[in-house]
C-alpha cells in the first residue's frame, strides 16, 4: 500500500490547514492514523481512525482541535484549527491491516513520506 500526503506550509498561529493521504489500496478496511515528527523526536501519535471509520482516537493536546476523518476509498484527511507553534512537525500518514484504532506506531505496516506544516508567525 503507497501512501501519499498533500496539505500543510506554513500557517501563523490560530490559523487552520488541512492534510490529506491518498492510499493506493482504495477497496481494503484499513485502520489509518497520523503522526508527527519533530527534529531529533521518534514519531508522536496524533490521530487514529478505525477501520470501519467511525471510531476516532485523539492525542490529548490536539483533542479539540484537530478532526481525522476516512472516507470508503481510504482517503484521509486530518483538519487542524487552532494551529499552535508546537504542531509544527512533519506529518505522516499510516496504514493498516490488521488492527483499529491503534496510537501504537509498530502496529502500521505502511507509511507516507510526510508533509511538513510550520507554525509560526
Known amino acids: 500500500v503507497d501512501l501519499a500526503e498533500s496539505g500543510g506550509g506554513f500557517v501563523q498561529p490560530g490559523g487552520s490547514t488541512i492534510l490529506s493521504c491518498v492510499s493506493s489500496?482504495?477497496?481494503?478496511?484499513?485502520?489509518m492514523a497520523w503522526f508527527r515528527q519533530k527534529p531529533g523526536a521518534g514519531r508522536q501519535f496524533v490521530a487514529a481512525?478505525?477501520?470501519?471509520?467511525?471510531?476516532t482516537n485523539y492525542e490529548d493536546s490536539v483533542q479539540g482541535r484537530f478532526t481525522i476523518s476516512k472516507d470508503a476509498s481510504n482517503m484521509l484527511k486530518l483538519e487542524m484549527k487552532y494551529l499552535r507553534p508546537e504542531d509544527t512537525a512533519v506529518y505522516v500518514c499510516?496504514?493498516?491491516?490488521?488492527?483499529?484504532?491503534?496510537?501504537?506506531?509498530?502496529?502500521?505496516?505502511?507509511w507516507g513520506q510526510g508533509t511538513q506544516v510550520t507554525v509560526s508567525s
Open positions: 499510516a496504514a493498516t491491516k490488521w488492527y483499529s484504532n491503534s496510537v501504537n506506531p509498530s502496529q502500521y505496516e505502511y
Open positions: 481512525v478505525s477501520r470501519p471509520g467511525s471510531i
Open positions: 489500496d482504495t477497496s481494503s478496511s484499513l485502520g
